[in-house]
């Protein structure tokens, strides 16, 4: 398993996110984690990356102890886009060596063509580029350390049509050049696009998960509502 959630139980503000008796993220093949707004998505996610450690229970990633996991290296392995386009201070090509100090003026023209990016932005203050460019900036940026997982949380949700489809294509060549793709989503028509596997989240508890043709199929009453409201 890529992910397994044991016990797991997460407290914020006098507020339960998560409550997780067990559940998995099998890693075979791109999966969405949908659900109601504020049902513990992106907390889910987190936990993934390490950027959120939990009250209680056992995060693993592929068998080992988050607890026990190097957090800098665990994040090198398992990177995060974040729905904001962050632009870090300096230039496109300071950002990206945010992630790879060593990278030089070869590599960066690489990671800016990797994502669709011209070279000639390497030297352009990164808060001058638009949404869409900053977004896949930050999806080259996640890309710099040659990641096994890349964890996108509803990364097209502030973009427009076009570059919501931009990022789609990038990830499903990057998933298939090997990378395993984990998306946090709320959107029904893009779940039946990136996603092979599903998680779903509902008021804090992992309420199905599996092939995303078989819970379509046979989702239980709780999914079956959530799927009918055509909003994630």
């Not at 990016?117 to 999806?139: F, N, T, V």
């Not at 060549?173 to 998306?183: C, D, E, N, P, S």
Request: aromatic share 4%; with cysteine.
């Amino acid at each position: 398993m890529l992910f397994s959630f044991e016990g797991v139980v997460v407290d914020r503000a006098g507020r339960r996110v998560l409550d997780i008796d067990h559940a998995v993220i099998a890693g075979a093949g791109p999966t969405a984690i949908v659900g109601p707004s504020g049902s513990g998505k992106s907390t889910l996610l987190r936990l993934c990356n390490g950027l959120e450690a939990p009250s209680a229970g056992v995060v693993r990633y592929l068998g080992t102890d988050l607890v026990d996991a190097d957090p800098l290296a665990h994040r090198r392995e398992v990177a995060m886009v974040f729905q904001q386009p962050i632009a870090l201070a300096g230039t496109v090509g300071d950002n990206l060596r945010e992630a790879d100090t060593d990278l030089g003026d070869d590599a960066i023209v690489e990671a800016l063509h990797r994502v669709g990016l011209s070279s000639e932005i390497a030297g352009r203050p990164a808060d001058e580029l638009s949404g869409g460019e900053l977004q896949r900036l930050g999806l080259a940026r996640s890309l710099a350390t040659g990641p096994h997982v890349l964890l996108l949380d509803e990364v097209t949700s502030a973009l427009d049509r076009t570059n919501a489809a931009r990022i789609e294509r990038l990830v499903g060549g990057f998933v298939a050049q090997g990378i395993v793709a984990v998306w946090v989503t709320h959107d029904l028509e893009q779940l039946r696009r990136v996603a092979q596997q599903v998680v779903v989240v509902i008021d804090g508890r992992v309420v199905q998960s599996g092939g995303l043709a078989d819970v379509v199929a046979d989702p239980n009453p709780a999914v079956a509502g959530f799927l009918l409201g055509g909003t994630a």
